[in-house]
T-cell receptor
Framework: EAGVVQSPRYKIIEKKQPVAFWCNPI?????LYWYRQNLGQGPELLIR????????DSQLPKDRFSAERLKGVDSTLKIQPAELGDSAVYLCASSFGQGRNSPLHFGNGTRLTVT | QKEVEQNSGPLSVPEGAIASLNCTYS??????FFWYRQYSGKSPELIMSIYSNGDKEDGRFTAQLNKASQYVSLLIRDSQPSDSATYLC????????????FGSGTRLSIRP
């Protein structure tokens, strides 16, 4: 079974530039998560999708962040414009269904550096 | 108060000893509890899940849950250098079983 695939693995951009991250979840996993992880911290949820519907985006900074999950499969997270404080690792995760038997499976993450 | 709290460490344990990692959570209605291990520069990987009060054992790992005290712990027996990593406690919320909230992690170091 292929795992969660993310790209790119690393991205270095100047502030005020746009950037996009892509995620392909495990086949059959209908729940998709985007987390942000700062150094020395745990992952912080940005947005959660159930199929193609964003059911929890309360932590997403909507003035500069946007996300989509067309057709309920792969997803894109965009930042425009990027700020220095956006430097972090952006993790995508997926799970099958919801509830107690649905632990998260993480991709390798995208390490973003904003200069 | 943070929703999920962990001691950041580092926790240093001699090889072969028992490592004890602790986590408290604020949502009394939380139903599912997970421990993830994260090596430096890598993504978190699930090592244990627990849903009922008591102990759950899997090899050298034992998860313990006490919902009355809102406390979950992870014991690692016969600690090995390969256990050196950051351990993340994760908890699902009562209102949404899919909302998984992570603690900031405890850094564990196993010394030879």
């Amino acid at each position: 079974e292929a795992g969660v695939v993310q790209s790119p693995r690393y991205k270095i951009i100047e502030k005020k530039q746009p950037v996009a991250f892509w995620c392909n979840p495990i086949s059959g996993h209908n729940t998709l998560y985007w987390y942000r992880q700062n150094l020395g911290q745990g992952p912080e949820l940005l947005i959660r999708y159930e199929n193609e519907e964003a059911v929890d985006d309360s932590q997403l900074p909507k003035d500069r962040f946007s996300a989509e999950r067309l057709k309920g499969v792969d997803s894109t997270l965009k930042i425009q414009p990027a700020e220095l404080g956006d430097s972090a690792v952006y993790l995508c995760a997926s799970s099958f269904g919801q509830g107690r038997n649905s632990p998260l499976h993480f991709g390798n993450g995208t390490r973003l550096t904003v200069t | 108060q943070k929703e999920v709290e962990q001691n950041s460490g580092p926790l240093s344990v001699p090889e072969g000893a028992i490592a004890s990692l602790n986590c408290t959570y604020s949502d009394r209605g939380s139903q599912s509890f997970f421990w993830y291990r994260q090596y430096s520069g890598k993504s978190p990987e699930l090592i244990m899940s627990i849903y009922s009060n008591g102990d759950k054992e899997d090899g050298r790992f034992t998860a313990q849950l006490n919902k009355a005290s809102q406390y979950v712990s992870l014991l690692i027996r016969d600690s090995q250098p390969s256990d050196s990593a950051t351990y993340l406690c994760a908890v699902t919320g009562y209102s949404s079983a899919s909302k998984i909230i992570f603690g900031s992690g405890t850094r564990l170091s196993i010394r030879p």
